[in-house]
């Protein structure tokens, strides 16, 4: 595991979130957006499923005139602090504990008063005098105090000049309650709109009421579900924000004391015992024990963790003591940083969810025009003025597009979240729209498919030469020196030999090795090519077991004594041990792979064959990746393009869609549209397969949601949907949205 790198914190200095309250449907985003962009210099964007409104162009200092124009619009509006979110928790706590109450109280007023005015309107005979004013006292009530979300957000946008979902709610109710008060004090005779149960008898117009109460309760009962179902979808993330500990036992002055994890210092000494969750990124000074990362990478199987390696912020110490020095604490850990790259995705949106904001924009006046001019035009046709009025306010309830505007936002919260929980940052919804294009994958070598460490694979002695005196040596003069290659002949050598002799006058030959003097002895560990240039003789053994390497694509290192070559080292870097898998993956999945390298050709040949990869592109600098890409693009290749992010950030810029494998605390400064943070390659497939489902799932919401209006609002025209089959459907359909989008929660890890 590698060791940490410093992090800048997710900070913006023109750059505001905020928490909005009062929202209703995606129209109330849009009125809230609008309001926010005619501040100077400053554009929005509002995202109704999150309620959260990203400003750009206006200084944190200024937060103050964001909120302001928030309310003058009509809504609430919070500053929101990265970690704490305590505003939008309580006021979603609020809000559907309002609801409940309010859909309690109209479900039963309203059960008793649909039973009542069914019986009598279906049995003139049991009729009793007063029987009309008994169903308006019931349903009063209801259409009023439970009915008065809808009411209260109708009249602040009339008095803003705008119209919303809630509009038409709001209307389709009052319509109905003051159509059927109205006929009972003018007498006005029966009603032939069909129920679903028949006819209605003359002298039964006091139906309404229950048309205007059971209307109220499905609209609450369905804005209920639809809140709940939201706020699980938002709990997806804040699972994750919530892995870090509150507390932290800290080493001070010789003693271990328990402080918030917010007070914990860069370079303190971190305390972490058995089960207990880990509140710091921290290098382990002491200590060994199985670390539980499933909840921050995905990984089921716990990780051994010891001197030297690296533990982070929110996974768990299954079985061991260990004491952290710790690296990255608050916002600058991988878990808030993670945490935060994935809110900002979540308040991103997708250009098809532009698009559904402006249709719903002008949708509602659409909507309300078109109910008018159909009640009119029944009313022409002859028919009686409760029935026209009747088929006007179906059209009006059923056309409701709070489906269309729940749609895009729902499904992207819960899969960006499912995705964090998975080690998968998915940074914004341009990543989801390329994942569903791409047709090839190019891996990088180096540090993604293998690891950053080589290895030592074999030792060729020359003849007469000491094994255990070569590697003593090696060991001599490799260890004051920081090359790759050197820590590997250093690791090797350490596991055969402990006592190492005294190496004087020690020093690197650049770009070729070290050299040093031992007990008098001149003693070089260098590339083959310096030994030529050097003019020392190969034994033919050694030189059998370069030509070897050279043909395999691996290097070699010779150790040679007063010029004599006693030895060589085969060096190769491992394969990481999930690459093949993840490469069949790839292509199980459709997908063409590609290897590029900056190493030799042999090298990456090697690499290629072992893991089933036919394509290699080899010996390609860093600065001419991003050239094979486009390359590959101009042949018509969509490409994804995964690197480790140190080398590879034009390429990974470059790509249709950029994937950086990284590790330690440094995923907030990658150049890449998915950061994949679980020690895992096969992460790569369930990256794309998770954005491609994700992308699936907003494509069906809008197809319901576009077919369900198209379908509906010709049938409630025709006067073939009753009003309460109208609210009932139309509750249902922003239901189902949000329950197919939570569906997303149920992605699983590949093994």
């Not at 199987?301 to 110490?317: C, F, K, M």
């Amino acid at each position: 595991m590698t060791t940490p790198v410093d992090t800048l914190p997710l900070a913006d200095l023109d750059r505001v979130e905020l928490s909005i309250g009062g929202m209703t449907c995606a129209a109330c985003a849009g009125r809230v957006e609008r309001a926010l962009g005619k501040l100077d210099g400053v554009t929005a964007s509002v995202n109704f499923a999150t309620e959260r409104a990203v400003v750009t162009g206006l200084a944190p200092s200024d937060a103050d005139q964001a909120v302001a124009a928030v309310k003058k619009a009509g809504y609430e509006a919070s500053v929101r602090v990265d970690g704490d979110d305590e505003w939008s928790r309580r006021a979603a706590v609020d809000r559907v504990t309002s609801l409940r109450r309010r859909l309690l109280v109209s479900a039963i007023l309203t059960v008793p008063l649909m039973d009542i005015t069914l019986v009598l309107a279906l049995v003139p005979g049991l009729r009793f005098p007063g029987w009309e004013l008994l169903c308006v006292l019931l349903s009063l009530p209801v259409v009023t105090w439970a009915a008065w979300p809808f009411h209260r957000a109708t009249a602040r946008n009339l008095r803003h000049g705008s119209v919303t979902m809630d509009t038409l709610v709001s209307l389709g109710i009052l319509a109905s309650f003051g159509w059927a008060v109205a006929t009972i004090l003018m007498g006005e005779g029966g009603s032939s709109y069909w129920i679903g149960y028949g006819q209605t008898p003359a002298g039964a117009s006091a139906i309404y009421l229950d048309v205007a109460a059971g209307m109220t309760t499905f609209q609450l009962a369905g804005r209920y579900f639809e809140s709940r179902s939201r706020r699980k979808a938002g709990d997806v993330l804040d699972a994750l924000a919530a892995l870090a500990p509150d507390r932290a036992r800290v080493v001070r002055d010789g003693v271990e004391v328990v402080v918030p994890s917010g007070q914990v210092r860069v370079g303190e000494l971190v305390v972490v015992r058995a089960g207990e969750t880990i509140p710091v990124d921290g290098q382990v000074v002491e200590g060994r024990a199985f670390v539980d990362t499933s909840t921050v990478t995905g990984e089921p199987v716990p990780r051994e963790t010891t001197v030297g390696d690296l533990a982070v912020t929110g996974t768990t110490s299954a079985d061991g003591r260990l004491v952290l020095r710790a690296v990255a604490v608050g916002a600058h850990t991988q878990l808030a940083q993670m945490t935060a790259i994935a809110e900002r995705a979540q308040a991103s949106k997708a250009r098809v969810e532009a698009l559904v904001d402006r249709i719903v924009r002008v949708f509602v006046p659409v909507v309300i025009a078109l109910a008018i001019a159909v009640g009119v035009a029944w009313l022409w046709a002859g028919a009686q003025p409760a029935h026209a009025i009747g088929v006007g306010i179906s059209v009006l309830i059923i056309a409701c597009p709070c489906a269309l505007g729940l749609a895009t936002p729902t499904a992207l919260m819960v899969g960006i979240g499912r995705g964090a929980q998975l080690g998968i940052l998915i940074k914004g919804q341009s990543a989801l729209e390329a994942s569903g294009r791409i047709d090839t994958v190019v891996l990088d070598k180096t540090g993604t498919l293998t690891l950053s460490t080589l290895v030592i694979e074999q030792l060729t002695l020359a003849p007469g030469a000491d094994r255990v005196r070569v590697l003593q040596w090696a060991a001599a003069v490799e260890q004051g020196s920081e090359h790759p290659v050197a820590a590997a002949i250093a690791r090797y050598a350490a596991a055969s030999v402990a006592d190492l002799p005294t190496v004087t006058d020690f020093r690197t030959i650049p770009g070729r090795g070290a050299a040093g003097v031992i007990d008098g002895r001149e003693v070089v560990v260098a590339s083959v090519p310096h030994a030529i240039d050097e003019r020392m003789p190969l034994p033919a053994d050694v030189r059998d077991a370069v030509d070897d390497a050279t043909a395999s694509g691996r290097s070699s290192v010779v150790l040679a004594a007063d010029g004599v070559v006693e030895a060589v080292f085969t060096v190769a870097d491992e394969v990481r041990p999930s690459a093949k898998a993840a490469v069949s993956q790839l292509q199980r999945m459709g997908l063409s792979t590609v290897l590029l390298t900056g190493d030799t050709a042999a090298a990456a040949r090697r690499v290629a064959d072992e893991l089933g990869i036919s394509e290699v592109r080899a010996e390609v600098m860093p600065a001419d990746k991003a050239g094979v890409i486009a390359a590959l693009q101009a042949d018509g290749h969509r490409v994804a393009m995964v690197g480790d992010g140190i080398n590879d950030a034009a390429a990974l810029g470059t790509a249709d869609l950029g994937m950086a494998v990284v590790s330690g605390t440094d995923i907030a400064l990658k150049s890449a549209d998915i950061i994949l943070v679980r020690d895992d390659l096969r992460v790569i497939a369930d990256a794309i397969a998770l954005s491609r489902r994700t992308l699936r799932t907003i494509r069906g919401n809008l197809v319901w949601a576009f077919g369900y209006n198209v379908a509906a609002i010709p049938l409630a025209a025709a006067g073939l949907l009753n009003p309460l089959i109208s609210a009932a459907a139309m509750s249902l359909s922003s239901v189902l949205v949000v329950w197919n989008s939570l569906r997303l929660r149920s992605a699983k890890a590949r093994r």
